[in-house]
């Protein structure tokens, strides 16, 4: 299917519980920053993946903190691209057993914890911050690691770095914090999680 097809960004549904709100603030500002027709643009050249879920309702897997952030630039539209047609399973735990098979859901708090199938919020806005999915992102742009097509490596690296930088040292000071973490993730501990680069 076309990845130009169009969707009314308030109208997807997420597959996870967070977002890293500093992230979200940044790709906000971009946006907003951006002509209408730029705006138009870049959302083509950064379709959403979707699957299609009960009664038709489009399912994000991938990209919510671009999603979010164009809902809070004011941004109408945004454009997305069908991962799989799974309408066919109407009863809710079987649609969302047939998306953790496939690795596109992620119902894991900002503390780490999972949580039922049910917790997962209907709508963008109600995804809560992790604030160690915004140090995931920025240790990732700062070169701590690379980009991965893994399903959810973000928040595989939220938790490394929730079970090694104290929640403290990351509300005191956010820059410092993602120095320790990209020193972190360049150690011979962070082998193995996805995207990893060593020294």
Known sequence: MSKHQTAVIAQLRPTQLTIGKLEVEEKKQRLAAMKPKEQEKFLQAHPMPAVIGPDKALYITDHHHLARAALEANVQTACFMVEADLS???????FWL???TRLWVHPLDEN????HYSSIPYHLMDLVDDVYRSLAGYVRDAGGYE???TAFAEFIWADYFRRNVAIEDVRANFHDAVKAAK????SPHA?????????
């Open 183 to 186: 020193k972190l993730a360049r």
């Open 191 to 199: 082998k193995g999680i996805p995207g990893y680069i060593g020294k």
């Open 147 to 149: 980009k991965t097509p």
């Open 112 to 115: 780490g914890v999972r949580h």
């Open 88 to 94: 066919k399973l109407k009863a809710p735990q079987d």
């Open 98 to 100: 047939e998306m953790d």
